[in-house]
């Protein structure tokens, strides 16, 4: 698995918004989230090209699941409908 994401539609009939979680698997944590949030943005616009974008967040967190990738990059989308 080379990317994984999560969505979260708190659409209720009174809100419009989002949340896509984008992820990726890393040898160590980027100086520079530059490629995984356009690879992030890639997925959104793929998921649906006309949810207006909110605010982003990113993260590098140290998971130590596989040794060869400990680094778990997260970039999260908030996102709302028109």
Known sequence: MDHFYTD???TDGSSGDITLSYGEYADNAPSDYG???ARAER???SYDPSLDLLMREWRATRTD???DMPWIIVVETYLRRR
């Open 8 to 10: 979260f539609d708190r």
């Open 35 to 37: 490629a995984f949030i």
């Open 43 to 45: 997925f959104v616009r």
């Open 65 to 67: 699941k596989a040794t």
